[in-house]
């Protein structure tokens, strides 16, 4: 089965840092991978998605995402975080093999970047 | 553009009450879908419209109702609430078929409190 973990509940940093938000699959077949942000009392947001391809995925806010094989990650990732960045974040990865857009999500990670 | 629209905003229903939480799509898509967001469990699909005249169940069906009235719309009713049932619910859309990795598209959410 279809599955996402994001093993961090939150991350902290401070602005103008790097940051790494943390997601690794498991899959059957190819993995088409997915990250969305969710600001405060708002829906989901497709930042970026893999789909095959280079391994470093650019999308939307400056955000960028490594997909890695061999450690089945998906890592999003930004060189400078602005306070605005702070939201909810989710990794999601396609539910089947076989045609389908349903997704599985994680659970999400909290990004709180401090001034 | 208003994108995917859901009404209400905030409800509170008593137990055992029925309502229908109403969702509209003006992007011309075919994919429709229902989730709710708990605390810590990210997003669980409800249920899924893969086109006007379908729907399946997701990973939580039980107590829920759903109906695709036409392409545009995707209704999901509580015929009898229960405190389990408290959570905020998203429809979300999406253009597949046209490739079976395009984003979803979230509403803002409804948040259903039942007592």
């Known amino acids: 089965a279809q599955s996402v973990a994001q093993p961090e509940d939150q991350v902290n940093v401070a602005e103008g840092n790097p940051l790494t938000v943390k997601c690794t699959y498991s899959v059957s077949g190819n993995p088409y991978l997915f990250w969305y942000v969710q600001y405060p009392n708002r829906g989901l947001q497709f930042l970026l998605k893999?789909?095959?391809?280079?391994?470093l995925v650019k999308g939307s806010y400056g955000f960028e995402a490594e997909f890695n094989k061999s450690q089945t990650s998906f890592h999003l990732k930004k060189p400078s975080a602005l306070v605005s960045d702070s939201a909810l974040y989710f990794c999601?990865?396609?539910?089947?093999?076989?045609?389908?857009?349903?997704?599985?999500f994680g659970t999400g990670t909290r990004l709180q970047v401090f001034p | 553009n208003a994108g995917v629209t859901q009404t209400p905003k905030f409800q509170v229903l008593k137990t055992g009450q029925s309502m229908t939480l109403q969702c509209a799509q003006d992007?011309?898509?075919?994919?429709m879908y229902w989730y709710r967001q708990d605390p810590g469990m990210g997003l669980r699909l409800i249920y899924y419209?893969?086109?006007?005249?379908?729907?399946d169940k997701g990973e939580v069906p039980n107590g829920y109702n759903v109906s695709r009235l036409n392409k545009r719309e995707f209704s999901l009713r509580l015929e009898s609430a229960a405190p389990s049932q408290t959570s905020v619910y998203f429809c979300?859309?999406?253009?597949?078929?046209?490739?079976?990795?395009?984003?979803?598209?979230f509403g803002d959410g409804t948040r259903l409190s039942i007592l």
């Open positions: 979300a859309s999406s253009e597949a078929p046209g490739g079976w990795h395009q984003p979803q598209h």
């Open positions: 893999y789909i095959t391809g280079d391994n």
């Open positions: 999601a990865v396609r539910d089947s093999p076989y045609n389908t857009d349903k997704l599985i």
């Open positions: 992007m011309n898509h075919n994919s």
């Open positions: 419209s893969a086109s006007e005249g379908t729907t």
